[in-house]
């Protein structure tokens, strides 16, 4: 069963290859988006961005699991500590006032502080009917990938503080609030995903984004217990659970 990644590796997407090498898995890097014919289909995993995600794993049999769109919109107020809205980008751009906004599942709004909606990519660039997440614009004094697996914290790190990568052990109370959340709306996500969370500079915890597993990096956590959520997060289509088959991008 091969692990497959993408033509350009990131640091991070280079440790999980040399994790799943030594774990025994045999790991494909693909030149492009094309799908040699010798490569199996139904018996793979993948590790690589949205994209290239979306090229391939159709032709591979591969499922790659991810939070609904609105997820972080839908998560009751005190694991937010913000307004969060999910909408079509035609209403955003009636906004008047500050706001972060960006895509929930990709990168194709890029995620930024926009002075206001007139700011967004227009609709000659973006779809009007496109979700963004619009949120108040909160400053965090330290975020924290936490990588999720069958509802407990199985591995993550600190990857930045004020806004800057700086990467750290995952700190006690990053897992404590971690397992908060899923205490509380873990069936709302699949069984392997990311949830990065933060605190603010009023000194209290919130969540900041779930992202796909299998496209996101992974500091400064566990290498092995992250591949772990990786080959649970895009594995063989056949292998999904029930509860996971409405999580399938």
């Known amino acids: ?8 590796l990131t640091d991070s997407a280079r440790t999980l290859r040399d994790t799943a090498r030594r774990r025994g898995l045999r790991t494909v890097q693909l030149p492009d988006h094309t799908v040699p014919g010798e490569l199996p289909d139904g018996d793979a995993y993948l590790h690589a961005g949205p994209s290239f995600a979306d090229a391939v794993a159709p032709a591979l049999g591969i499922a790659p699991l991810e939070a609904p769109a609105d ?23 009636g906004l008047r006032r500050p706001v972060f ?50 509802g407990q914290v199985h591995t993550g790190s600190r990857y930045a503080t004020s806004g800057r990568l700086d990467l750290a052990p995952l700190s006690p109370g990053a897992h404590a609030f971690g397992s ?6 873990g069936p709302t996500l699949p069984s392997a995903i990311v949830v990065d ?49 409405a999580y399938v991008r």
């Not at 091969?2 to 350009?8: A, D, F, T, V």
């Not at 908060?180 to 709306?185: N, R, S």
């Open 71 to 93: 997820w972080l919109s839908r998560l009751p107020p005190a694991f937010l500590r913000r307004e969060i809205r999910a909408v079509p980008i035609r209403e955003a751009y």
């Open 197 to 245: 969370v933060g605190v603010t500079d009023a000194g209290q915890w919130a969540a900041v984004e779930a992202n796909a597993a299998w496209a996101s990096g992974c500091y400064a956590a566990d290498p092995e217990r992250a591949l772990d959520v990786v080959l649970r997060a895009a594995g063989p289509a056949a292998h999904l659970t029930e509860r996971d088959r």
């Open 180 to 185: 908060e959340l899923l205490d509380a709306v």
């Open 1 to 8: 069963m091969p692990l497959i990644l993408p033509p350009r």
């Open 101 to 150: 906004a960006k895509s929930p599942n990709d990168k194709s709004i890029p995620a930024l502080v926009y002075t206001d909606g007139s700011r967004l990519p227009g609709p000659d660039a973006v779809d009007p009917e496109t979700v963004v997440l619009v949120s108040d614009v909160v400053v965090f004094e330290a975020e924290y990938r936490l990588y999720l697996l069958d």
